[in-house]
């Protein structure tokens, strides 16, 4: 059933080309909705999520190496088809106002969304990559055509990195696929590569895969890239593709090189660790909205890295838990930073907005950026805290001596997103009036309830992903020595 | 009944931010009312006699990280949640303002009863975070120059006084595989985490709740919230939310780590006294009402800690001076709950009649409203610890316990005595007596409706301070309980 996510989507997609202008946010919705309803009855109906279940396997170019088109899920894929059903839904909902070109936009958007599912069910490794490198083109597209502030350079900065490290990736992967003699991921993850090639190829694959998921000192492109994507771009990029490297590396990267990962983690934790701090620090003095928000994806990124870095049961699941949290939460915070405040006010200048008064102006933008930033913090009760206290626990067992470096890097976080916070929307110094603008519409508003409930509900029920994330964190090759 | 207790002031908040903005002060008042008399059923159905827990309520919530739903009350949770449903109206009817500082007081108060009655530490860091972010928004109303920059300073010093508390207990957590208090305060004796680790988590436990009390020398944040935040939430602020830091110490510090409280407790004793002394000579200096006033408050919570420091450390083992030094901190707390609001509120009135609160702002008032004086004068007494008011029963018995305890502190800190005097009968003379000030309007006497507020406020200050012993009666068994730690 799953598999329809995928199919619905590129189905969505190609009739967005031949269906008139007026129809088009509605398919898109319509589309977006189906993946998320399909998503979720998966995961809410899924009865052995510890194993990666077979859902469809069709030989694709059986004479090279037995590629087939083979998707297969458990409780990991689920979980991320869900937020990126959410960040899918929310992301049509937030750019419910795009007028230029609209089927267009729509289609490039349904690609990323359903690249991005693909990239999460696949089972075959060929078929992974192709998903993988799907989803780059129509993200440069999205920025270059439809974005703002220095778009081209932001768009050009965004592919040439995740080219670079889509190369990094296959430089392993072929002769692992080839040695192994299959591209079956089920195969490939009880198969043991000898330990001088796992030596080699797991750095080289796990940076491929963290340059996507902007691993300190790679992430520049991040902040850049997210600020000139329009709306639904950010939310998409934050939301999902970032998470894409973070799957990669866990499913792909550590699952088939296990020895290889046991050697290199101790450096991956530092460079995580690094990130969090160094990103938190470098929001803290940001003007732009955008780049504070670019900044705080890097340094909660940094979270999941070091999540998986502990190469421990609680820690490995905490990292699923903080993508699905991220996911969420990033996708609010560029809706309000993107949508609510930047199409009324034109600007994302902190300084500037703190003299707007735009908590009186628009009070329900205000009352959302509270509680993503909240959330955001890690502020018990939102989807952010779950998923940092795991992180932690796991953290606690592996690298005792990081916990304190990683209670600043939390210090730091709130005191950004305070400051963010407090300019944006609370900085009603100025003696002028509130700015006259548009009320929040109703697409906006629906959008960001959706998003808020999620981060809430995982955030006072966390039991209800970890259920599923755990088996199958158990169940994988690096967590026994 | 107690998800009842915390889940009352939330519906509240949320009738309160969807029902139209005319009815939202009467609609607040109406959800404290009822949380008010949820809390008085809570009583009535309270075993004064048992030392335990009690209605005890818990559900399976994240098992794979050790976090329940854990609730139940003793005595002294019992008396926290009196406080709060006394200071939140009191709080609310003092402050007459719009829709969202009605919500978020509300949140606030569901907040303070979901830390006070919480006994898995998840769920208890869930409640205690959860007040942060409508402390912090509430501050930032006062409007002030400096508002937003005192309520992120609250925030920030809170956040990271948190954020150290909670990776000290994870450390816990990974070496007792549990959040529950009950039971790490049944494994304490042996000793919670082995090897220096020990002192890290319990110096960053200590932390964290020394930034919320505040404790010399974290106290830096204080007198700034309180000052530009708006009356009615300086009132809660320093009536009960700094309770909370005190809480902290008598559910997360004082029963788990006896041993590590034995051998720091003489620098802890010290910096209590610290407290007291400098925070008295501090406020002795202030010319502004509202910073004499948070300067104090910082003085008569280091009273609260001395109290707990003295039995942590003490060379005597007497049960007598335990329980007397014990039930005088929660005495103290309750105590200066409701006198430390009182006299907010007055400040608050003075501002409101003048649009000034320096101490020499003002003069004469004595003839001009001799009402107002009068009740003014009844909290400043009580602060001050006038035998009879209630001010003076928790301060005299931390002394006559912790004496015997540690008598060399108990004899300094005796000195900040003398200082808060000093200090609150130099503020009465400037305000009520000498000559009349000039001023451009006149200064009307207390109105109906804010006798009406302070009246009720001025009994409890008079009852307790004449018949205490309805209040030693809830959280006496608990007391007797905890002194058994360490005699």
Redesign the interface.
Same mark, same amino acid.
């Given at each position: 059933m799953i598999a329809w996510t995928i199919y619905a989507t590129f189905a969505g997609a190609l009739l967005l080309l031949v269906l008139p202008r007026s129809a088009a946010r509605w398919l898109a919705l319509l589309t977006a909705a189906t993946g998320l309803a399909v998503s979720c009855a998966a995961f809410f109906n899924v009865t052995d999520p510890g194993t990666l279940k077979n859902i469809v396997q069709i030989p694709w170019i059986p004479s090279f190496g037995g590629m087939s088109f083979h998707l297969a899920a458990d409780g990991i894929s689920l979980t991320m088809a869900v937020v990126t059903g959410l960040t899918g839904v929310g992301a049509v909902l937030f750019s419910w106002n795009v007028h230029r070109r609209q089927n267009e936009f729509f289609f490039w958007l349904l690609l990323v969304i359903g690249g991005s599912y693909g990239v999460f069910l696949s089972a075959d490794l060929f078929l992974f990559f192709v998903f993988y490198e799907l989803v780059i083109i129509p993200k440069y597209l999205l920025i270059a055509t439809w974005g703002s502030t220095n778009k081209a350079y932001g768009a050009m900065k965004l592919t040439l990195y995740s080219f670079f490290g889509g190369a990094l990736v296959l430089i392993p992967l072929i002769p692992a696929c080839l040695s192994a003699g299959t591209f079956d991921l089920q195969l490939l993850s009880v198969h043991v590569f000898p330990l001088a090639f796992q030596a080699w190829a797991f750095p080289v694959m796990f940076l491929g895969f963290a340059v996507l998921a902007a691993i300190w000192p790679l992430h520049t492109w991040a902040p850049t890239g997210h600020s000139a994507a329009p709306t639904a771009g950010s939310m998409l990029l934050a939301g999902v593709v970032m998470k894409l490297g973070a799957y990669g590396a866990l499913r792909v990267a550590m699952n088939l090189f296990p020895q290889g990962f046991q050697s290199w983690r101790g450096l991956i934790a530092i460079l995580a660790i690094i990130g969090i701090c160094y990103a938190a620090a470098v929001a803290l003095r940001q003007r732009d909205l955008k780049f504070v928000i670019g900044y705080s994806s890097v340094s909660h990124m940094g979270f999941v890295l070091l999540g998986l870095a502990t190469a421990q049961r609680l820690g490995v699941s905490g990292a699923v838990l903080q993508m699905f949290s991220h996911g969420v939460i990033a996708g609010l915070l560029f809706a309000v930073a993107g949508r609510m405040i930047y199409e009324r006010t034109h600007t994302r200048d902190l300084f500037a907005l703190s003299e707007m008064k735009l908590n009186r102006a628009i009070p329900f933008a205000a009352f959302t950026f509270v509680v993503a930033s909240a959330a955001s913090m890690g502020i018990p009760g939102f989807s952010g805290f779950a998923a940092e206290i795991t992180i932690l626990i796991g953290l606690w067992h592996a690298y005792p001596v990081l916990v304190p470096v990683a209670g600043i890097g939390m210090a730091l976080t709130a005191a950004f997103t305070l400051r963010a916070l407090r300019f944006s929307f609370f900085g009603d110094k100025s003696p002028a009036p509130p700015l006259e603008c548009l009320p929040i519409t109703l697409a906006e508003k629906c959008g960001a309830s959706l998003l808020m409930a999620a981060t809430l509900a995982v955030g006072l029920y966390p039991k209800l992903l970890l259920d599923r994330i755990l088996p199958c964190v158990d169940a994988m090759r690096f967590l026994k020595p | 009944m107690i998800t009842l207790l915390i889940l009352i002031p939330l519906i509240g908040a949320v009738a309160v931010t969807a029902l139209p903005r005319n009815c939202s002060r009467p609609l607040a008042l109406l959800f404290t009312l009822a949380s008010a008399i949820a809390t008085c059923l809570l009583w009535f159905r309270f075993n004064p006699g048992l030392g335990g827990l009690q209605l005890i309520e818990r559900h399976?919530?994240?098992? +794979?990280?050790g976090a329940e739903y854990f609730t139940g009350i003793d005595g002294i949770s019992l008396l926290f949640l009196l406080l709060t449903s006394i200071i939140i109206p009191f709080a609310l009817l003092a402050e007459r303002r719009e829709r969202s500082f009605c919500a978020l007081m509300l949140v606030l108060q569901s907040a303070l009863y979901g830390t006070f009655t919480a006994q898995n530490f998840?769920l208890w860091?869930?409640? $205690?975070?959860?007040s942060?972010?409508p402390a912090?928004?509430l501050i930032?109303m006062g409007?002030g120059a400096y508002s937003?920059r005192s309520a992120?300073k609250f925030?920030?010093y809170t956040?990271?006084g948190s +954020? +150290?508390m909670?990776?000290g207990f994870? +450390?816990i $957590?990974?070496s007792k595989g549990t959040f529950d208090f009950v039971k790490l305060a049944q494994l304490a004796p042996k000793g919670l985490v082995s090897g220096p680790?020990a002192w890290v988590v319990f110096i960053s436990i200590c932390f964290g709740l020394a930034v919320k009390v505040p404790l010399f020398p974290f106290h830096t944040w204080l007198p700034d919230a309180y000052t530009s935040a708006p009356t009615g939430v300086s009132m809660v602020l320093t009536g009960i939310l700094s309770k909370m830091g005190v809480y902290g110490f008598a559910r997360l510090v004082l029963p788990l780590f006896p041993q590590e409280l034995k051998i720091a407790g003489p620098w802890l004793l010290a910096l209590a006294v610290c407290s007291i002394v400098f925070a008295a000579l501090a406020a002795w200096a202030q010319t502004d009402l509202k910073r004499m006033i948070a300067y104090l408050s910082v003085s008569h919570l280091g009273y609260c800690m001395l109290g707990f420091f003295a039995v942590a450390s003490g060379s005597s083992h007497s049960a007598i001076d335990i329980n007397a030094a014990l039930s005088g901190v929660f005495m103290q707390v309750f105590n200066h709950g409701i006198t430390a609001a009182a006299l907010f509120y007055f400040a608050g009135l003075l501002e409101k009649r003048f649009g000034l609160r320096g101490v020499d702002d003002f003069g004469g008032l004595m003839q001009r409203a001799p009402v107002f004086c009068a009740f003014m004068s009844l909290a400043m007494f009580s602060s001050l610890g006038l035998p009879g008011l209630n001010g003076f029963i928790g301060e005299f018995l931390i002394f006559k316990g912790s004496f015997t305890l540690a008598a060399l502190a108990s004899s300094v800190a005796a000195l900040g005595l003398l200082f808060t005097a000093v200090a609150l009968l130099r503020a009465m003379q400037a305000l009520f007596s000498g000559p009349l000030v000039e001023s451009k309007s006149p200064f009307p006497e207390l109105t109906a409706r804010e006798l009406a507020v302070i009246a009720p406020i001025s009994i409890l200050m008079l009852w307790i301070g004449i018949t205490p012993q309805f209040l030693f009666n809830i959280f006496n068994s608990s007391v007797v309980q905890m002194s058994r730690l360490f005699s």
């Open positions: - | 399976a919530w994240i098992p +794979a990280v998840i860091f869930l409640f $205690y975070e959860m942060l972010l912090f928004l930032r409007g937003s992120t925030f920030v956040f990271l +954020a +150290a909670l990776l994870l +450390a $957590y990974l680790i």
